[in-house]
């Protein structure tokens, strides 16, 4: 396996961790579960949570373009 295939495949891994940590924020946020949410829900911490949700979508889109292209 080559380095970039090795990188390529640790930003596949955090991107969708990221992304599966933001929405688990977002759905407790949403369904009101204090276990989704964490400790004390913040109101800040839906507005992380959702640029969270759209920066990993956008890493995972401009990575699949990578991959098309070459």
Known sequence: ???R???RGLVDALT??????ALFAVLGYTYGAQSL?????HPDG???AIACLI???GVAANHS???KSG
């Open 1 to 3: 396996m080559s380095g």
């Open 5 to 7: 295939t090795a990188r």
């Open 16 to 21: 969708g961790l990221a992304f599966v940590i």
């Open 37 to 41: 949410e964490g400790f004390q829900p």
């Open 46 to 48: 839906l507005h992380t």
């Open 55 to 57: 920066l990993s979508v």
């Open 65 to 67: 373009m990578e991959q």
